[in-house]
């Protein structure tokens, strides 16, 4: 007698544990019908166990991922090993409302989620047991720590007023393409470009005009890019753009393309016009090129004959 009230006594702690704990819990037999659905569950979900045991899961939640999940459940019955989902593989799998304090600001909650296979009194796996735990604390803190290394990332790598890339980042891209054309033979080629007579345009309507048409050219140079060009400002008025897979003759065109558009564009600032002009020197990179600093020396020599030559103009590097 005792031994039988010892048994009702765990068998009732067990199932207060089952409906108390602060995990999801869910079985489902081999046609996915609901054996069991915890009080976690219910509370999240809003549908108690009376009213959804025997019903079908993918029913009565059409927005589960029913082929990927299906597909996960299957392999645990067959190999009967467990298997795990992180939130960061999805998100998560029922799409429960966040209710966290503390990640108030996420709408739905993280998951992790595991798959169990439970076994009949005969051995054969009968049952799929999954666990949901609520990790919207850890992947808020997670996705936030990683949102602040990616700003903090591109700060280090970005010139504050122009929001190009700064002279170490672009010296770096320009490195990383000289390697890859000493490796593989790429094409490639260093503009280098300044505003002709910049100091008059500072002397004459001061320094933060200056800067406002350094912002300008910088505007229209981005929309001239491609996703594989690195372009960066180099020190004062002077730029640099590192054009990959592109010979002489195409950085060329590119460069062309640029000093029109910066010649004609229409700049004013304290509603006097501002008009500027650019020289551009171009530098492509062949066996002569011994390494990344003689490729910016030729590219600052092409822009220097640019220069000479009377500015507003493109010149290519020649011995």
């Known amino acids: 007698m005792a031994k039988d009230l010892n ?20 079985v489902l037999d081999r046609e996915y019908n609901i054996q069991l659905w915890n009080g976690f569950m219910e509370n999240h979900s809003g549908v108690s166990p009376n009213d959804i045991k025997g019903t079908n899961l993918f029913e009565r939640f059409p927005d ?13 019955f067959l190999l009967k090993n467990r298997a795990f989902i992180s939130w960061e593989q999805r998100p ?3 799409k429960f409302k966040n209710y966290r304090p503390i990640t108030g600001r996420a709408e ?34 997670k996705l936030q720590l990683k949102s602040a290394n990616e700003r903090l990332e ?23 393409e000289f390697d890859r054309h000493t490796r593989y033979g790429e094409p490639a080629s260093l503009v280098m470009f300044d505003i002709d007579h910049f100091k008059r345009i500072n002397d004459s309507l001061g320094h933060i005009a200056g800067d406002r048409v350094i912002q300008h050219l910088s505007h ?10 690195c372009a960066g400002r180099y020190g004062g008025e002077e730029f640099a753009v590192v054009l990959s897979h592109t010979s002489a003759e195409d950085a060329r065109s590119f460069a062309e393309r640029l000093r029109t558009q ?18 551009l020197g171009i530098c492509d990179l062949s066996d002569e090129v011994e390494n990344s600093d003689q490729w910016l020396a030729n590219a600052d020599q092409a822009l220097y004959q640019a220069k000479v030559s009377g500015r507003n103009c493109v010149s290519i590097f020649s011995d």
């Open 262 to 279: 910066i010649e004609s564009s229409r700049f004013s600032f304290n509603g006097q016009p501002v008009p500027f002009t650019i020289s």
């Open 154 to 176: 591109h700060l280090s790598q970005t010139d504050g007023l122009t929001q190009l890339h700064n002279r170490r980042h672009w010296q770096f891209c320009m490195q990383r």
């Open 64 to 76: 589960l991922p029913a082929s990927w999940l299906k597909q996960k459940m299957e392999s645990v």
């Open 108 to 141: 739905f909650m993280f998951q992790n989620v595991t798959l169990l296979p439970l076994a009949s009194l005969t051995g054969q796996i009968s049952h799929i047991s999954i666990i949901i735990y609520d990790v919207t604390d850890i992947a808020i803190n």
């Open 7 to 26: 048994a009702i006594n765990e068998l009732h702690w067990l199932i207060d544990m089952v409906q108390t704990i602060e995990v999801g819990l869910v």
């Open 220 to 229: 229209i140079l981005s929309q001239n890019l491609r996703e594989t060009d």
């Open 92 to 94: 998560y799998v029922f």
